[in-house]
């Protein structure tokens, strides 16, 4: 898909209902995490930046030892413990390369998406010119959700109080969806999740 799709995953959260970093947990032969990050790579993006913040130390590390596989490397976000998802996503704009031209903004604990589902959302923005697609199950939104590279001055002006969904409702006139497999609304939050999910 080359570089003019990044992606930015979001692995910043402190997992406090799992208990422990659930990023780093087993998932098959891998991580959850490191499941996320081979399933991007797989759909053919060749940069992919992990937010990080919360069990900071754990999750750069593994970064570190899928960079050496993977086009992934791993960002900081000082503001991760007050600033929500939006100060994240704006963390990982501000490091995307010049060339790009949407970055779809992904989870770092949904393990679950499938690879074709990113392929999707791909095709459909060079489609469609779409500045924004969303990939939808039985009428919910889900990540991963690309965002072009013409609105990204406006995510980043965005307070931190503001929330990705308000963001998009306001551009809902603009949206191309891709309907897509349940995988797109679950993440892994709870000991029991993980538990039912993991391979």
């Known amino acids: ?103 779809l903004i992904g989870l770092g604990d949904q393990p679950q998406v499938r690879e074709e589902t990113i392929r999707r959302i791909g095709t459909a923005f060079f489609k469609t010119e779409s500045p924004l697609v969303i990939p939808s199950f039985q009428g919910r939104r889900g990540h991963p959700w690309l965002a072009a590279r013409w609105l990204w001055p406006e995510i980043l002006a965005l307070p931190t109080s503001a929330t990705p969904r308000q963001f998009l409702s306001a551009h809902a006139g603009q949206i191309e969806y891709v309907v897509a497999d349940e995988s797109i609304v679950k993440d892994l939050d709870t000991p029991e999740e993980y538990n039912r999910q993991r391979p």
Do not use: C
Not at 33 to 59: C, H, K, P, S, Y
Not at 69 to 83: L, R
């Open 1 to 103: 898909m080359t570089r003019a799709i990044s992606a930015i995953l979001l692995a910043a959260g402190e997992s406090r209902r799992m208990g422990e970093p659930k990023l780093v947990l087993p998932w098959g032969d891998t991580t959850v995490l490191g499941q996320a990050v081979a399933t991007f790579a797989a759909a053919g993006i060749e940069d992919i930046l992990v937010v990080t913040g919360g069990a900071r130390q754990q999750v750069e590390e593994l970064v570190t030892v899928l960079a050496k596989k993977y086009p992934v490397q791993a960002i900081y976000n000082p503001e991760y413990a007050h600033g929500g998802m939006v100060s994240s996503i704006q963390t990982g704009l501000g490091r995307l390369v010049s060339e790009t031209l949407a970055a």
